[in-house]
């Protein structure tokens, strides 16, 4: 169980895709340290309900809001509708929202690149950019992108995916530099080989290997990264922007050779 120490107590959160997997524990975990949570979904509304019933059940503040992130006026819709709900106030951002289809780059058509790179990349610039406007007005704010360990260790078939991932690292590292002066953090998190409903019957081969590979034994939880996001959004990071937070178990620091 996470330690609940009010770490985020008074903010106004945003997380996108947060009607299930990672985008749920993060939703779930800044419920717990105490902020008020815009839930965003796009197609999983049923699920998304059910993260906002789960933090009111505990006390907690939540609204569930959808949007299509690879449309720019709906990003800035939804962190206007949510900056509204939180009574003008946005204090942070998770940019979780994003697709991981399998195709081989030979036979990548350049429809199917550029699904991809709206979905993962264009729809955090967009969001960012959006957020970084009612954050500045309110002396400032953080964003934190959900990236992946496959943004420096890339997979077969996930070129397109890969490569909006390592775009979106160097995109936070870009805009802590531009939006720093402005008192905003923008940083990073890159999980590893996270458990999702069904992972191990659909890919049993893979999460084999992982869990032979990683050095702590196990696959990720989405409590996990929810974990590395609240650190990164409290005042215990005050100090810390444009980092990339890996989170993958230690798999990262197993040698390739």
Same mark, same amino acid.
């Given at each position: 169980?996470?330690?609940?120490?009010?770490?985020?107590?008074?903010?106004?959160?945003?997380?996108?895709?947060?009607?299930?997997?990672?985008?749920?524990?993060?939703?779930?975990?800044? @419920?717990?340290?105490?902020?008020?949570?815009? !839930?965003?979904?796009?197609?999983? #509304?049923?699920? @998304?309900?059910?993260?906002?019933?789960?933090?009111?059940?505990?006390?907690?503040?939540?609204?569930?809001?959808?949007?299509?992130?690879?449309?720019?006026?709906?990003?800035?819709?939804?962190?206007?509708?949510?900056?509204?709900?939180?009574?003008?106030?946005?204090?942070?951002?998770?940019?979780?929202?994003? !697709?991981?289809? #399998?195709?081989?780059?030979?036979?990548?058509? @350049? @429809?199917?690149?550029?699904?991809?790179?709206?979905?993962?990349?264009?729809?955090?610039?967009?969001?960012?950019?959006?957020?970084?406007?009612?954050?500045?007005?309110?002396?400032?704010?953080?964003?934190?992108?959900?990236?992946?360990?496959?943004?420096?260790?890339?997979?077969?078939?996930?070129?397109?995916?890969?490569?909006?991932?390592?775009?979106?690292?160097?995109?936070?590292?870009?805009?802590?530099?531009?939006?720093?002066?402005?008192?905003?953090?923008?940083?990073? #998190?890159?999980?590893?080989?996270?458990?999702?409903?069904?992972?191990?019957?659909?890919?049993?081969?893979?999460?084999?290997?992982?869990?032979?590979?990683?050095?702590?034994?196990?696959?990720?939880?989405?409590?996990? #990264?929810?974990?590395?996001?609240?650190?990164?959004?409290?005042?215990?990071?005050?100090?810390?922007?444009?980092?990339?937070?890996?989170?993958?178990?230690?798999?990262?620091?197993?040698?390739?050779?």
């Amino acid at each position: 169980m996470p330690v609940v120490s009010g770490l985020l107590t008074g903010q106004v959160a945003l997380v996108t895709g947060a009607g299930g997997g990672i985008g749920r524990g993060i939703a779930l975990r800044f @419920a717990e340290e105490g902020a008020a949570v815009a !839930v965003h979904c796009r197609t999983s #509304v049923a699920a @998304a309900h059910d993260v906002a019933a789960r933090i009111r059940d505990t006390g907690g503040r939540a609204v569930v809001l959808r949007a299509d992130l690879t449309a720019e006026d709906e990003c800035r819709r939804l962190v206007g509708e949510a900056a509204e709900w939180g009574g003008g106030r946005l204090t942070a951002l998770v940019n979780n929202a994003g !697709v991981q289809p #399998v195709r081989e780059l030979g036979g990548m058509t @350049a @429809a199917e690149w550029r699904a991809v790179v709206d979905a993962n990349l264009s729809s955090v610039f967009a969001c960012t950019q959006a957020a970084a406007e009612v954050m500045r007005e309110a002396g400032g704010g953080s964003v934190t992108h959900i990236a992946s360990i496959e943004a420096a260790h890339p997979a077969p078939a996930h070129a397109h995916y890969c490569a909006s991932k390592a775009a979106v690292v160097m995109h936070a590292r870009s805009a802590a530099l531009e939006y720093g002066p402005y008192g905003i953090r923008v940083n990073s #998190v890159s999980p590893g080989l996270i458990e999702r409903e069904g992972l191990a019957e659909a890919w049993p081969d893979g999460v084999s290997r992982w869990q032979r590979a990683v050095p702590t034994g196990r696959l990720g939880r989405p409590e996990d #990264v929810g974990d590395a996001c609240v650190f990164l959004a409290s005042p215990l990071a005050s100090w810390i922007t444009g980092h990339d937070l890996v989170v993958d178990g230690g798999v990262s620091a197993r040698p390739t050779w």
